[in-house]
Structures are given as structure tokens and as C-alpha cells.
């Protein structure tokens, strides 16, 4: 018995080994598949960021001790002589900035498949242009007006919710669809409280639930534009003590119940279009600080929106007049002047389907003819004002080692948001004036940028060679198909 009882033993403790050397087998397995797996997402994030992995085969040099310490002496700074104004070869950038006023889903995507693709349309092949738009929440607008041939009201305009119900969703998922794709970067204000009645339907309630959903959804666009009449509260960055005609503007006053920039500038607001118009088509540089009332500050930016007559405002903000916004006259003093231009139009506002006349196909195929070019980049809103940030408040360092160059982006120095290390979107298109471009490497803190992001450039009309960071590659997706 007693032998039996320790056989049985030894049996039984074989067991329990084989089975611990299974576990440990199977614990070693997960640990390999768990540890490839993370190799390889942070190989894929590197990838999507644009900075080389240094593990594997590049074509940029291994970041030495001697090249890091060399750029960490150097004190980084802005160079200005350094940095050229506009990716190469563009001498100049516009953007479209439109107001989402009137607009149907059905109007937004016939002429963003115009604009933004290049398939074959009923009014021609599209332009391949990089123009994005607006959108809101809520409608409020108690108009008797129509937004379409159909003889749609108001209430049927393209938004998020249906009227002022955060709980009723509308053109939610082809809004977020839209801004994903980028034809979307821009938010109208919350919604489209004109009202004739001069009643304010706009509550912080609303602006709670919007930015609770866009939270949710991904919807996150940096760049809010004022609308409307006095009824629009929401509105903010134009209030003054010394004028009383943006009085009306409370969103950003905290003793208002109308308050929300607290809200909004937390959750990615970064640029801020605040009513003023202006009849200059240039500018030299597009953004402006502000003040807001809640003692925070964020960037505001100039747009054309009319013309003076006489004297007297002449309002060329309709789809009908854009012929009269890009002339062959204000491209090429644009491209001349080397200069920013954000021309504000009302791209849906038209009620018939395609919003542009005859005329107005031709001057955006004479816009068309300039980005292709080579003269001026045509860029949505977004991407035009985070490049001129950049451009403005970069700092880098410039080292010589060996005989090669290496320029290491540090940080975006900027006085309203804050420093910060910048992502590669956020530096896309920044070139930089070298003697020799091959043997020329760009850094993003301290990490090599791959060379597929880079572009290496001849001589241009200043007679400088250059290298940069490309700018975004040209998407010609069709969308409108694509959901």
C-alpha cells in the first residue's frame, strides 16, 4: 500500500510539472505575441507621424550622441533668413472659408464632389482642390425662407441635431463622415439662432450637449466662425467697451448664461473668425491675438468678405459673386506680394443644387491652374492658419557634423496658445534654405523624420536650394461614395 500510495505521488507530481511547463510555454508564447505586437504598433505610429525607426534600414544616418549634444548646445531659436514663407514652390496659400448658412447634405455634396474630386460631374471634371467647410448643431431660424428647389424650410438645412434636441440626431454621421474626410474643419458657431423675433433660443445647456457628442464622435474642428445676427449669442471675440455693436456677443462672458468658452478653447478651438469683415484680400500674415472676457486668449484670423462701392459695403460673400472675389488680377498680385488670403463665401446658400454660375467655374479653374502651377497653395481653412502658425513661432536648432547638416525642430513658441512639442501635420510644408539639400537630414526632437516625408528642392526664384517637410498628399477621394 505504501508503495502504491508513492508511486501514485510521483505520478501525480509529473503531472503537475507537465502542466506548469505547458503553462510557462503558453505564458512564454503570449509574452513573444504580446511584445511583437507592441514592436510593431509602435513601428506603425512612428510611420504615422513621419519619424524614422532607427532600428531598422534608412535612409537617414543613425542619431549619434555627438550630432544630439551638437543640436542640444545650439540654442533654438528662428532662424528667419532660414525658414522660406511657403512650402515649395508656392510663393503664396488661399483658402475658401464658407459658411455653412442655407446649406443642404444634398448641396454639400454636389459641389464638394465638384470641388474636392476629380471625377467627372455634370458640370465638368472636378478640381482636385483641398477647400473644406462648416457645419453646426442646432437650427433655430424662425425664417420663412427656402433652402432648396424642393421648397425645403429652414429646419431641413444640413446639422447635427434636428432643431435645438441634443437627443434627436440628424446628419450626425455624415457631418463626422465629412469632417473625417476633411471637407468638413470648421464649426459655424453651435447652431442658427437669427431670429426674427430677436428671441435668443441658444442656452450653455446646448453648447454642454454639443461638445459631449463631439467628444464622443471624433468631431473636433479647430476653427469656430462667428454667424449671424444679434440672436446668435454664442458669438464671441469681438466685444469691446469702447463699441457697442458686438455687445450682443456673451460667449465668452463668464457672468453670462450664454458663457461657453470655457468649454470650447478646453476642447480644441483654436482659431476664431469673429465677425469683423474685411475688404483687404491679403495679408501678410493671417492671425491676430485675442482677449477673451474669461481672461483666456486665442487666435483670430482676417478673411475677405466684401468689397467697398462708393463708399459702402458691397457684400461678396454669395456663391453668384465669386468671380468677383478670384480674379486672374488678385492671384497674381497675391502670388507676387507672397501673401496669405482666406476669401469667406456661403457656399450652400444658393437653392439650387450646383451654386456656381458659368463665370464662376472659370475663376475656380483659373484658382485650379495656379495651385497646379506651382504659384499659390490652395489649402483648406484649418490647414492654412496651423501652417502660418508654425511658420511664425517655430524654433530649431542647426548643427554641423561631419560634415552634414542637421536642422532639429524643437518646439512651436506660441505666445497665445502655449509651448509645445508640434506632430508632423503640424509642421507639414515648412522648408527650410540650405547650400546643400542631400546632405541635409530634418529632426522632430531629436528623432529623424523618414525620408519619404522629406523633399529635397532646387533652387528657386530667390536662387536658394531648400529641404522641407512635404505638405499633405492631395486626396481626390470621391466621399460621397465612400460611406
Request: proline letters at 5%; aromatic letters at 12%.
Amino acid at each position: 500500500m505504501i508503495e502504491h500510495s508513492k508511486a501514485g505521488r510521483r505520478r501525480t507530481t509529473r503531472r503537475m510539472m507537465k502542466r506548469r511547463r505547458i503553462t510557462v510555454i503558453i505564458a512564454l508564447s503570449l509574452l513573444i505575441v504580446i511584445i511583437g505586437a507592441a514592436v510593431l504598433i509602435h513601428a506603425s505610429k512612428m510611420k504615422a507621424n513621419g519619424i524614422a525607426d532607427t532600428t531598422s534600414q534608412s535612409a537617414i544616418p543613425n542619431v549619434s550622441d555627438t550630432v544630439k549634444n551638437a543640436l542640444q548646445e545650439t540654442t533654438a531659436t528662428k532662424h528667419a533668413d532660414l525658414v522660406r514663407k511657403f512650402p515649395y514652390p508656392y510663393d503664396a496659400m488661399l483658402a475658401i472659408s464658407s459658411d455653412t448658412d442655407m446649406n443642404t447634405v444634398e448641396k454639400f455634396e454636389t459641389y464638394h464632389r465638384f470641388l474636392n474630386t476629380k471625377e467627372q460631374t455634370p458640370y465638368g471634371p472636378g478640381l482636385g482642390l483641398d477647400i473644406g467647410d462648416s457645419t453646426w448643431f442646432y437650427i433655430a431660424n424662425d425664417t420663412s425662407g427656402k433652402v432648396d428647389g424642393e421648397g425645403h424650410s429652414v429646419d431641413y438645412s444640413m446639422s447635427y441635431f434636428q432643431g435645438t434636441d441634443p437627443n434627436k440626431p440628424k446628419d450626425a454621421e455624415k457631418i463626422v463622415h465629412y469632417f473625417k474626410a476633411g471637407w468638413i474643419d470648421s464649426i459655424h458657431t453651435f447652431g442658427d439662432f437669427s431670429r426674427n423675433d430677436r428671441s435668443i433660443k441658444f442656452t450653455r445647456d446646448l453648447a454642454v450637449a454639443a461638445w459631449k457628442e463631439m467628444n464622443q464622435s471624433g468631431f473636433k474642428p479647430e476653427v469656430w466662425i462667428n454667424h449671424g445676427s444679434p440672436t446668435n449669442a454664442q458669438n464671441f471675440g469681438a466685444y469691446s467697451p469702447k463699441s457697442h455693436f458686438f455687445d450682443y456677443q456673451e460667449g465668452d462672458n463668464p457672468k453670462s448664461p450664454y458663457y461657453h468658452t470655457d468649454l470650447t478653447l478646453k476642447n480644441g478651438i483654436r482659431y476664431v473668425w469673429n465677425s469683423a469683415g474685411s475688404n483687404q484680400f491679403s495679408w501678410d500674415d493671417p492671425l491676430f491675438p485675442i482677449d477673451l472676457r474669461d481672461g483666456q486668449k486665442v487666435w483670430g484670423f482676417h478673411r475677405y468678405t466684401h468689397d467697398l462701392n462708393k463708399g459702402k459695403l458691397d457684400w461678396t460673400w454669395e456663391t453668384p459673386l465669386i468671380s468677383r472675389q478670384i480674379t486672374k488680377a488678385r492671384l497674381d498680385q497675391l502670388d507676387q506680394e507672397g501673401k496669405y488670403s482666406i476669401v469667406t463665401q456661403h457656399l450652400g446658400k444658393e437653392s439650387q443644387e450646383f451654386p456656381f454660375t458659368p463665370e464662376g467655374v472659370q475663376s475656380l479653374n483659373l484658382l485650379k491652374s495656379y495651385n497646379d502651377d506651382g504659384k499659390i497653395l490652395v489649402a483648406r481653412t484649418s490647414r492654412l492658419l496651423n501652417y502660418a502658425r508654425s511658420h511664425k513661432y517655430v524654433h530649431y536648432s542647426v548643427a554641423q557634423v561631419e560634415g552634414k547638416t542637421y536642422i532639429n525642430v524643437n518646439i512651436i513658441d506660441d505666445p497665445v496658445l502655449g509651448t509645445s512639442i508640434p506632430e508632423m501635420d503640424e509642421i507639414r510644408g515648412l522648408t527650410f534654405y540650405v547650400d546643400d539639400p542631400d546632405n541635409t537630414y530634418l529632426l522632430l526632437n531629436l528623432n529623424p523624420i523618414n525620408e519619404e516625408e522629406i523633399q529635397r528642392n532646387p533652387q528657386d526664384n530667390t536662387g536658394k536650394k531648400s529641404i522641407g517637410i512635404k505638405w499633405f498628399k492631395p486626396d481626390y477621394t470621391d466621399y460621397t461614395s465612400d460611406q
